[in-house]
């Protein structure tokens, strides 16, 4: 392993306990689905500086007005598929609201999903 990607793996390391970055959300992500980082920088075709860069980066907030937009630039700045990166962050967020949250809001979050998926359109907006 060459020097940039130790620095950027120590900084992954670093950071990887605070939910407002990526690393946070992938080390979540390897936890829910059972799989290791290489597991992962296969599934959505990056190489280790790409997975490191990902990690950096700030998590886009989910739900809020500019949720694609901070998806998309990560994902350009990255190399990577934004369906794929969106994958991920939802299934993180749909996993922490079932297990932080409380049952009654993640009911209503689960039959939100289902009638949305239906058509794949939210009528509420």
């Given at each position: 392993m060459n020097d940039k990607l130790k620095l950027?793996?120590?900084?992954n390391d670093k950071i990887?306990?605070?939910s407002g970055f990526m690393?946070?959300?992938?080390?979540?992500?390897?936890?829910?689905e059972a799989?290791?980082?290489?597991?992962?920088i296969q599934e959505i075709s990056l190489d280790?500086?790409?997975y490191y860069k990902l990690g950096l980066c700030k998590v886009p907030l989910w739900g809020s007005e500019g949720y694609?937009?901070?998806?998309?630039?990560?994902?350009?700045y990255v190399g990577i598929s934004s369906m794929a990166l969106n994958g991920i962050i939802k299934r993180v967020n749909a996993v922490s609201q079932?297990?932080?949250g409380n049952?009654?809001?993640?009911?209503?979050?689960?039959?939100?999903?289902?009638?949305i998926g239906k058509d794949d359109t939210d009528k509420s907006k």
């Open positions: 950027l793996e120590l900084a990887a306990s605070d690393a946070y959300v992938l080390v979540q992500y390897m936890s829910i799989k290791t980082r290489e597991d992962i280790m500086e790409q694609l937009d901070n998806l998309n630039k990560i994902a350009v079932f297990k932080g049952p009654e809001n993640s009911y209503l979050m689960a039959a939100r999903d289902k009638k």
